[in-house]
């Protein structure tokens, strides 16, 4: 079953960092493409990066570019978002998601399997 499992929210003060682990279980890095996710209460889920597994290109939103950084660990099976300098609108419940596809996007519609989950909280 293909399965992504997030890891790594908590509280977090503005300016400080922290990183999130989305764990491939049930599959392979190298068969799907991932994606991270965010969702806001009471906004929709948004497309915050991604990563085309083939050869590693990145996608960022315009508002974490500069910020955060997806990167993976093949031996870990796991993909990372590295999130700096954060901001308090970086308050969200972030999701990992796997998609199939030539290239990754920032589209929710193209992904098939979703986590469940980890909630970030930027505040002093």
């Known amino acids: 079953q293909v399965q992504p499992v997030e890891s790594g929210g908590g509280l977090v003060q503005p300016g400080g960092s922290l990183r999130l682990s989305c764990a491939a279980s049930?599959?392979?890095?190298?068969?799907?493409?991932i994606g991270w996710f965010r969702q806001a209460p009471g906004k929709e889920r948004e497309g915050v990066s991604c990563?085309?597994?083939?050869?590693?290109?990145?996608e960022y939103a315009n508002s974490v570019k500069g910020r955060f950084t997806i990167s993976r660990d093949n031996a870990r099976n796991t993909v990372y978002l590295q999130m700096s300098r954060v901001k308090p609108e970086d308050t969200a419940i972030y999701y990992c998601?796997?998609?199939?596809?030539?290239?990754?996007?920032?589209?929710?519609?193209?992904?098939?399997?979703w986590g469940q989950g980890t909630p970030v909280t930027v505040s002093s």
């Open positions: 049930g599959f392979t890095l190298d068969d799907f493409n």
């Open positions: 990563l085309t597994t083939s050869d590693d290109t990145t």
């Open positions: 998601a796997a998609s199939y596809g030539y290239r990754c996007t920032l589209k929710t519609y193209h992904y098939a399997y």
